[in-house]
């Protein structure tokens, strides 16, 4: 009978296999564009990483007075950009071609995680920009968060927002984007709907009512 030890195993050798990561084949549906918007999203996860490392290291005033820093944090900008664009086209991509199917459902679910994540990661990071924009933001949503019972997260709080946006919520979102990019090489990629063609009441022999 199978035990957690002997389930582990299973599932660790299938993990860890080089053939789960180094396939010698695709499936032909899988060579379109459409199939590389993942890889996209994610490749606009690192980018997003090595960049905020970079401001990170140096600091708020770095960005604003020196120009090698300002180009890092327009860098880091402009991938959050890429990194939402190619999520959502990611996001309209599984959704067409029902990605969910085949013992896919845990691979969604962790996608639409990485994707509410998401969302609190961009907007620490616009609050601590520090600017208007920012504040209002930061006014606007603090009673939102109050009213939802969330009042320990104080947007206004500029410390507890870049802890959240340079350690606790990127950690957490590489962790789900981890964990969805190993059940898709576990899984692999969704085959197309079956081509089944729809008849007409005519072409049927039925009559129109
Ligand atoms: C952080 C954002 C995300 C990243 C980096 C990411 C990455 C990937 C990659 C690399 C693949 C392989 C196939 C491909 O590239 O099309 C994939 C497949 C998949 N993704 Fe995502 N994804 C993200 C968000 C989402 C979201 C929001 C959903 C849905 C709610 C989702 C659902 C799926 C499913 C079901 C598959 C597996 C089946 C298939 O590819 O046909 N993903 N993802």
Redesign the pocket.
Known sequence: MANWTTASKRMLSEVMSAETWLPTEMPEY?QGF??????L??SS?VVLVLSGILLAMNGPASWSYNGAMRFIAAVHFWGVQAFFFF?ML??W???F?G??RGG?GL??L???I??LI?IPTAFTGFLINGDLYSEWNIVQAKDGLNAMGLGWVNLANSGQMFGMHVVVLPLL?TV??AL??TR?RT?S??PPYPNVKVKSPAEQGGTQP
């Open positions: 899988a459409m199939y590389m918007l993942g890889s999203t994610a996860f999520m990611h996001l991509r599984v959704f071609t990605a969910w896919r691979t969604w962790l996608g639409a990485a994707f998401a979102l789900v984007i969805h990019i898709v899984k990629v969704v």
